[in-house]
């Protein structure tokens, strides 16, 4: 079974840094692409990061480019997100989400979510 | 970047009505569209990948079409327990960007 469990979310003050970890089970980590999706308060989902299997290729939205930094360590089937400066408008559930193993292309849709973790950016 | 636009982004329909959620992207994408809905209060779940293909577990009652720019995600006789916000998000490149989500009532 496919088990996906994030840690490290919380309350930090704006500006302050916080790192989110995904502990992963049930499947070859090393083998697939991860991400990183969250979901403020009330709204909709915002893809924030993916990193490749290997961790060569690593890629982070927009809004959060220069902030937030994707990486793992396929040695402890693990993905974590580096979370700098942070701002009120980060607040959100972040979901640790692993690839789908179907897609013909170089992304993939997302099929495994973990349950989240609250990060709260405020004074 | 190529933006998602579903409508509506909320309705309400009775127990056994069909219903189909439009999802409309700002450039080509292929198939590279994934609908998932998410239960309030719960994690989102994967319902459609391939525009059409239906994940493992999801009832035959849902069904993905279209391609290129515009999709549709269809709900034969819906179900009370298929009141949720659904989303589509394309995957043939970064951003993987998600529409806004249709909040389904009844």
């Known amino acids: 079974e496919v088990q996906l469990v994030e840690s490290g979310g919380g309350l930090v003050r704006p500006g302050g840094s916080l790192r989110l970890s995904c502990a992963t089970s049930g499947f070859t980590f090393r083998s697939d692409t991860m991400n990183w999706v969250r979901q403020a308060p009330g709204k909709g989902l915002e893809w924030v990061a993916s990193i490749t299997s290997s961790g060569t290729y690593v890629y982070h939205a927009d809004s959060v480019k220069g902030r937030f930094t994707i990486s793992r360590d396929n040695a402890k089937n693990s993905l974590f997100l580096q979370m700098n400066s942070l701002r009120a408008e980060d607040t959100a559930v972040y979901y640790c989400?692993?690839?789908?193993?179907?897609?013909?292309?170089?992304?993939?849709?997302?099929?495994?979510w973990g349950q989240g973790a609250l990060v709260t950016v405020s004074p | 970047d190529i933006q998602m636009t579903q409508s509506p982004s909320s309705l309400s329909a009775s127990v056994g009505d069909t219903v189909t959620i439009t999802c409309r992207a700002s450039q080509g994408i292929s198939n590279y569209l994934a609908w998932y809905q998410q239960k309030p209060g719960k994690v989102p779940k994967l319902l459609i990948y391939?525009?059409?293909t239906l994940q493992s577990g999801v009832p035959s009652r849902f069904s993905g079409s279209g391609t290129g720019t515009d999709f549709t995600l269809t709900i034969v006789s819906l179900q009370s327990e298929d009141v949720a916000t659904y989303y589509c998000q394309k995957y043939n490149s970064v951003p993987l960007t998600f529409g806004g989500g249709t909040k389904v009532e009844i």
């Open positions: 989400v692993r690839d789908g193993s179907d897609s013909d292309g170089f992304f993939s849709y997302l099929e495994y």
């Open positions: 391939g525009a059409s």
